[in-house]
Nanobody, 117 residues
């Protein structure tokens, strides 16, 4: 199994920046991709960004150019750097790992990001 623990959420003013971290543990070698989803109140959970083990990235159109996903393989940690944050970025952000061999995905516990003046 893979376990994910997130950190780094909080309150930030519009235009500000935050970095989210996601530390993975367990069967690290079975992870195909790591990414971030978010869910705002009353809305469905949506993909924000994803990074595969071969380095391919995928971003939601709403965050492309403002958010950057990266991974420190030595520390088994993924990062989401969020710049120029907007009120509409307010949501609970969940770390997600795609696991190989038809194993169900792993999810973090979620971290709240609030963008408000």
């Amino acid at each position: 199994q893979v376990q994910l623990v997130e950190s780094g959420g909080g309150l930030v003013q519009p235009g500000g920046s935050l970095i989210l971290s996601c530390a993975a543990s367990g069967k690290i070698g079975t992870i195909y991709a790591m990414g971030w989803y978010r869910q705002a109140p009353g809305q469905e959970r949506e993909l924000v960004a994803q990074l595969t083990r071969d380095g391919t990235t995928n971003y939601a159109s709403a965050v492309r150019g403002r958010f950057t996903i990266s991974r420190d393989n030595d520390k088994n940690t993924a990062f989401l750097r969020m710049n120029n944050l907007k009120p509409e970025d307010t949501a609970v952000y969940y770390c997600h790992a795609v696991i190989m061999d038809n194993v169900p995905s792993a999810w973090g516990q979620g971290t709240q990001v609030t963008v408000s003046s």
